[in-house]
């Protein structure tokens, strides 16, 4: 899955089922190199085009 098409499936979660509060929950970094960033740049992008 592209970061794009996370973002697109994130946004029409969050506003197909009126989510106000997402915990996330994944591999520890240590494990998985770079993917705190990447976790945290899909979820600023789905969520800034859900307010927009």
């Known amino acids: 899955m ?3 098409d996370a973002q697109e499936a994130l946004r029409a979660f969050v506003e197909a089922h009126g989510v106000k509060c997402l915990n996330v929950a994944g ?3 240590s494990k998985e190199p770079g993917l705190h960033g990447r976790v945290v740049e899909v979820l600023r992008a789905a969520l800034r085009e ?3």
Do not use: N, V, Y
């Open 2 to 4: 592209t970061d794009r």
């Open 27 to 29: 591999s520890r970094g």
């Open 50 to 52: 859900s307010e927009g």
